[in-house]
């Protein structure tokens, strides 16, 4: 099946990237960023940044643009039969050149797991430093970590916060 990217959640101040991989299959029937119930990624985000948790999409893109996140995706487009990650072929990157020139105030990339950091390194070369974190994949099929100990790693973006 092929499979194209969403275009970013970002605004001109954004100063952190998150970057998925590619959306799964549930993502794209509902045309969200991490839309299947079972995956922790806006559970996260609501906690680390002490909001009230929400299921209203807009609601949560704005959480996001206030706190200066920005999500996006390794992968503009992958062939792919179900949502996991290793099943991905024929993939191309997004254009990372030119929305690091749009959003600037970028120094800090984190990878919603492995094989998002995989892909980066292996189509994206930076001109710029950034700070690079990868953090465990918010996924139901990482089932190798708990909710807590993924939680706890990922509250780096707490602490990235506080020291801009």
Request: aromatic share 20%; glycine share 0%.
């Given at each position: 099946m092929k499979s194209f990217s969403f275009a970013p959640i970002s605004t001109n101040d954004s100063e952190i990237l998150i970057l998925g991989t590619m959306p799964g299959t549930k993502s794209l029937e509902l045309n969200q960023y991490y839309g299947h119930k079972q995956n922790?990624?806006?559970?996260?985000?609501?906690?680390?940044?002490?909001?009230?948790?929400?299921?209203?999409?807009?609601?949560?893109?704005?959480?996001?643009?206030?706190?200066?996140?920005?999500?996006?995706?390794?992968?503009?487009?992958?062939?792919?039969i179900g949502s996991l990650d290793t099943a991905i072929k024929n993939e191309i990157a997004n254009d990372f050149e030119s929305f690091l020139k749009q959003h600037p105030n970028i120094k800090t990339i984190l990878f919603n797991g492995q094989k998002a950091h995989a892909f980066f390194k292996k189509y994206v070369h930076l001109k710029n430093p950034y700070q690079l974190y990868t953090l465990p994949s918010t996924s139901p099929a990482n089932a190798g970590k708990t909710f807590d100990s993924k939680l706890s790693e990922w509250k780096i973006i707490a602490d990235l916060q506080n020291n801009s």
């Open positions: 922790n990624f806006w559970k996260f985000i609501f906690i680390i940044l002490n909001e009230d948790f929400s299921t209203d999409y807009e609601v949560r893109k704005e959480i996001l643009k206030k706190n200066k996140i920005a999500v996006w995706d390794v992968l503009q487009y992958c062939e792919r």
